[in-house]
């Protein structure tokens, strides 16, 4: 295994990673840079994994986490170094009908966040959906699906797992996007079979709509990502990164240590009347706030013990592990560097 795949499995291992308040912090699952030479998954041989300023679908090969590179329509997605988020490139999606999409390795069948930097041209038009791969094509197996109009708005699809076509519940935001401005977009996703539902974040603000926006379809699990773009002046994305949260979770458990305790009760005391993600107080199931259903959560579960519980490695301990794997190659160190 070479030096950079060992660092990489060592980073997306299904650890309890912590903030520095505590709250917890889900493992990488896969990301796409878009990027040749410098930013996310940047790599040494020339025009890889991206050839900047060249069609998209094929691209994207050896990027750890995904099961394949992009699928879609030769010449109407494209790479281009003009305008970038991070790295030396970004997705740019042309205004013709297309759909482009991706698989990943793992199916996710639990809580999972998708985060990623999206602009448009003023009259830009574009959508974002999360499925399962087998049946990609059907409405049934979409889960999370939100757009930006070309007036400005921003909404998402409360589904009701109904597999809505043209009678779907759509929510206006509030939240307006700019034209030739990079906004950030992270959907936090349960995918368990109790919840099946979705938080939207704009620019690090969630849209906490008065029920749970529920899934289009009714899938088991979702392992694809796909981008559409039907009308208006297209769209451009970067930074596209999928973080897990470990499983099993413990209802009441805000920190992961498989069990409910009085330091979940603090961390809910701490935090109550906090939205956001990774809140220490946002006992599990996560909902990106913390009030009296969190207080409840820990205490119906309090004194309980997750029977899946493992003893977590210390902080010297992950420390030391990363040393030992960075001192196996001195390309490492560079390569830690642009994470």
Same mark, same amino acid.
Request: charged share 20%; hydrophobic share 40%; glycine share 10%.
């Given at each position: 295994?070479s030096?950079r795949?060992?660092?990489?499995?060592?980073?997306?291992?299904?650890?309890? $990673?912590?903030s520095?308040?505590?709250?917890?912090?889900?493992?990488?699952?896969a990301?796409?840079g878009?990027?040749?030479?410098?930013g996310?998954?940047q790599?040494?041989?020339?025009?890889?994994?991206?050839v900047?300023?060249?069609?998209l679908?094929?691209?994207?090969?050896g990027?750890?986490?995904w +099961?394949?590179t992009?699928?879609?329509?030769l010449?109407?997605? $494209?790479?281009?170094?003009?305008?970038?988020?991070?790295?030396?490139?970004?997705?740019?999606f042309?205004?013709?009908?297309?759909?482009?999409s991706?698989a990943l390795?793992?199916?996710?069948?639990?809580?999972?966040i998708?985060?990623?930097?999206?602009?448009?041209?003023?009259?830009g038009?574009g959508?974002?959906?999360l499925?399962?791969? +087998?049946n990609?094509?059907?409405?049934?197996t979409?889960?999370?699906?939100?757009?930006?109009?070309a007036?400005?708005?921003?909404v998402v699809l409360?589904?009701?797992?109904?597999?809505?076509?043209?009678?779907?519940?759509?929510e206006?935001?509030g939240f307006?996007?700019?034209?030739?401005?990079?906004h950030?977009?992270?959907?936090?996703?349960?995918?368990?079979?109790?919840?099946?539902?979705?938080v939207?974040?704009f620019?690090?603000?969630?849209?906490l709509s008065?029920?749970r926006?529920?899934?289009r379809?009714?899938p088991?699990?979702?392992?694809?990502?796909?981008?559409?773009v039907?009308?208006?002046?297209g769209?451009?994305?970067?930074?596209?990164e999928?973080?897990?949260?470990?499983?099993p979770?413990?209802f009441g458990?805000?920190d992961?240590?498989?069990?409910?305790?009085?330091a979940?009760?603090?961390?809910v005391?701490?935090?109550f009347?906090?939205?956001?993600?990774?809140?220490?107080?946002?006992?599990y199931?996560f909902?990106?706030?913390?009030?009296?259903?969190?207080?409840?959560?820990v205490?119906?579960?309090?004194?309980?013990?997750?029977?899946?519980?493992?003893?977590?490695?210390?902080?010297?301990?992950l420390?030391t592990?990363a040393?030992?794997t960075?001192?196996?190659?001195g390309?490492?160190?560079?390569? $830690?560097?642009?994470?």
């Amino acid at each position: 295994m070479s030096c950079r795949s060992q660092l990489i499995a060592l980073l997306v291992l299904p650890l309890f $990673l912590r903030s520095a308040d505590g709250a917890l912090i889900p493992s990488l699952v896969a990301a796409a840079g878009f990027n040749d030479a410098a930013g996310i998954n940047q790599n040494q041989p020339i025009d890889s994994p991206y050839v900047l300023n060249d069609s998209l679908p094929g691209r994207g090969a050896g990027e750890p986490g995904w +099961a394949r590179t992009w699928t879609g329509s030769l010449n109407r997605q $494209l790479v281009t170094s003009e305008t970038v988020h991070e790295g030396d490139g970004a997705a740019r999606f042309l205004s013709d009908p297309t759909v482009l999409s991706r698989a990943l390795s793992a199916a996710q069948s639990g809580p999972f966040i998708v985060d990623q930097y999206v602009r448009a041209p003023a009259g830009g038009f574009g959508a974002f959906f999360l499925a399962r791969e +087998a049946n990609s094509g059907a409405i049934a197996t979409q889960g999370p699906f939100w757009r930006w109009d070309a007036n400005g708005n921003v909404v998402v699809l409360d589904g009701e797992f109904n597999s809505c076509t043209s009678n779907c519940i759509v929510e206006d935001t509030g939240f307006n996007w700019t034209p030739d401005t990079w906004h950030r977009v992270t959907l936090y996703v349960d995918a368990s079979a109790d919840r099946r539902d979705y938080v939207f974040f704009f620019d690090g603000q969630p849209y906490l709509s008065n029920d749970r926006l529920q899934f289009r379809g009714n899938p088991n699990d979702m392992d694809r990502v796909g981008y559409i773009v039907d009308r208006g002046n297209g769209f451009f994305v970067d930074a596209l990164e999928i973080r897990a949260f470990a499983a099993p979770q413990l209802f009441g458990d805000t920190d992961g240590n498989g069990k409910v305790d009085v330091a979940d009760l603090n961390n809910v005391r701490n935090q109550f009347g906090e939205t956001g993600l990774y809140l220490a107080g946002d006992a599990y199931p996560f909902d990106v706030r913390v009030d009296v259903r969190d207080l409840n959560l820990v205490r119906n579960s309090f004194g309980q013990t997750s029977p899946a519980a493992v003893p977590e490695p210390g902080g010297f301990a992950l420390a030391t592990i990363a040393l030992l794997t960075i001192s196996r190659c001195g390309k490492c160190r560079s390569y $830690l560097s642009r994470i």
